[in-house]
């Protein structure tokens, strides 16, 4: 039975649970901190992804008895329901994982038929021209020699970005957003300035969903003990306690939770401080 929201089918994220307690997304092994369920860090990464494009991302998650649900990963941290797994769906998960199909047998190879190559009339080169191909590869390129300068235009670009970082000129910085979005190289950069540029706006609440998905992008790339990993955790752990609204907070607190089971931070009291935060919410 499907859900009333719409969600495009781009992009989809897919998760894979197993019976050992591990988890895949898209293909990748996911890290299970100690005590936390694999469901719960897999999704973890949808919920980066839908923070990343501001909006939900369609999620395939396959159970651990091959059960398949699409889910809607929200960048709050909440999970809509789309599409349930019909019951033959699990019945035929079930029946392949009883009776396995046995490997097909190989064919022997076929022997290959020998075949002879018609003998070509050759000209031994003259040493004038033997001494001509010699040059050619001792011969270096000028072009291949040396790298190719980086295009005045970008270096000015990057120039006008980097100054108008050290001033505070937050408006020049948006502008010079644009060209760099188009280059997926630079797609760690941009996701902090835009981080940056929402606490500039006073939106708190998203940035912190913006430096939490930062973090986790960054534990999967860099690991979870680099320093800019735990630098995106701490700016998103420091701004979740400035958010005022406490519905924002209570749904902002559970991304940052399960992030902080990745990337603890070096301050165990700083965790106790938001379970307790967290703990109020859920209360109130």
């Given at each position: 039975?499907?859900?009333?929201?719409?969600?495009?089918?781009?992009?989809?994220?897919?998760?894979?649970?197993?019976?050992?307690?591990?988890?895949?997304?898209?293909?990748?092994?996911?890290?299970?901190?100690?005590?936390?369920?694999?469901?719960?860090?897999?999704?973890?990464?949808?919920?980066?992804?839908?923070?990343?494009?501001?909006?939900?991302?369609?999620?395939?998650?396959?159970?651990?008895?091959?059960?398949?649900?699409?889910?809607?990963?929200?960048?709050?941290?909440?999970?809509?329901?789309?599409?349930?797994?019909?019951?033959?769906?699990?019945?035929?998960?079930?029946?392949?994982?009883?009776?396995?199909?046995?490997?097909?047998?190989?064919?022997?190879?076929?022997?290959?038929?020998?075949?002879?190559?018609?003998?070509?009339?050759?000209?031994?080169?003259?040493?004038?021209?033997?001494?001509?191909?010699?040059?050619?590869?001792?011969?270096?390129?000028?072009?291949?020699?040396?790298?190719?300068?980086?295009?005045?235009?970008?270096?000015?670009?990057?120039?006008?970005?980097?100054?108008?970082?050290?001033?505070?000129?937050?408006?020049?910085?948006?502008?010079?957003?644009?060209?760099?979005?188009?280059?997926?190289?630079?797609?760690?950069?941009?996701?902090?300035?835009?981080?940056?540029?929402?606490?500039?706006?006073?939106?708190?609440?998203?940035?912190?969903?913006?430096?939490?998905?930062?973090?986790?992008?960054?534990?999967?790339?860099?690991?979870?003990?680099?320093?800019?990993?735990?630098?995106?955790?701490?700016?998103?752990?420091?701004?979740?306690?400035?958010?005022?609204?406490?519905?924002?907070?209570?749904?902002?607190?559970?991304?940052?939770?399960?992030?902080?089971?990745?990337?603890?931070?070096?301050?165990?009291?700083?965790?106790?401080?938001?379970r307790l935060r967290l703990a109020?919410?859920?209360?109130?």
């Open positions: 039975m499907g859900n009333d929201l719409q969600v495009p089918g781009w992009p989809l994220v897919t998760i894979v649970l197993s019976a050992d307690g591990s988890a895949q997304v898209d293909g990748n092994p996911v890290a299970v901190p100690p005590g936390e369920e694999a469901r719960s860090a897999a999704f973890a990464h949808a919920v980066a992804t839908a923070a990343r494009i501001g909006r939900p991302v369609r999620v395939k998650l396959t159970d651990t008895d091959g059960a398949e649900w699409v889910l809607a990963a929200h960048p709050d941290g909440g999970e809509t329901t789309l599409e349930k797994p019909s019951s033959s769906r699990r019945r035929g998960a079930k029946q392949k994982q009883q009776t396995p199909k046995p490997p097909k047998q190989p064919k022997p190879p076929k022997e290959p038929r020998a075949k002879i190559a018609p003998k070509r009339q050759t000209t031994p080169p003259t040493p004038a021209q033997s001494s001509s191909r010699l040059e050619d590869l001792l011969t270096v390129v000028e072009s291949q020699a040396q790298p190719p300068a980086a295009p005045a235009a970008a270096l000015a670009s990057e120039n006008t970005l980097e100054a108008a970082i050290d001033a505070g000129d937050w408006t020049t910085v948006a502008a010079q957003l644009k060209p760099l979005k188009a280059d997926p190289r630079q797609a760690d950069r941009v996701a902090e300035l835009e981080a940056q540029l929402a606490a500039v706006r006073g939106d708190i609440a998203a940035s912190a969903v913006q430096y939490t998905a930062l973090a986790l992008a960054r534990s999967q790339t860099v690991g979870p003990d680099h320093p800019s990993t735990h630098h995106a955790a701490d700016r998103a752990n420091d701004l979740w306690h400035r958010i005022a609204d406490p519905q924002q907070a209570l749904q902002t607190g559970r991304a940052l939770l399960n992030l902080r089971q990745i990337v603890p931070p070096s301050d165990p009291t700083s965790l106790v401080q938001l109020r919410l859920h209360v109130s």
